[in-house]
């Protein structure tokens, strides 16, 4: 199984970029996914999360500019950045708990795109 990160890239403060997240694979099927962010010289920290049901939950920083979707027919998760602000500039992570089998589970990472905003 692979995740894969694209749509990263430069952008001036107040502009928008779409990121997307591709799962493939043997996928039976995949439960909570999620975007989580590591600025320069920072620690990892979360940005947002869906359910496989559509549940949402976003860090207090991107609310009302961010949004998380995803599409479970193509195992695909995006998240839309919109009033981007120079301390959004980070490598941007999906994660994602995958049932590779009726009993096998496991948490993935992709490889991290870069996002930065210049002001």
């Known amino acids: 199984v692979q995740l894969v990160e694209s749509g990263g890239g430069l952008v001036q403060a107040g502009g928008s970029l779409r990121l997307s997240c591709a799962a493939s694979?043997?996928?039976?099927?995949?439960?909570?996914m999620g975007w989580y962010r590591q600025p320069p010289g920072k620690q990892r920290e979360l940005v947002a999360t869906?359910?496989?049901?559509?549940?949402?939950n976003y860090a207090d920083s991107v609310k009302g500019r961010f949004t998380i979707s995803r599409d479970n027919a193509k195992n695909t998760m995006y998240l839309q950045m919109n009033s981007l602000k120079p301390e959004d500039t980070a490598v941007y992570y999906c994660?994602?708990?995958?049932?590779?089998?009726?009993?096998?589970?496991?948490?993935?990472w992709g490889q991290g795109t870069q996002v930065t905003v210049s002001s």
């Open positions: 869906i359910t496989d049901g559509g549940s949402t």
């Open positions: 994660n994602a708990d995958i049932w590779t089998g009726t009993l096998s589970r496991r948490n993935y």
């Open positions: 694979g043997t996928i039976f099927s995949i439960n909570a």
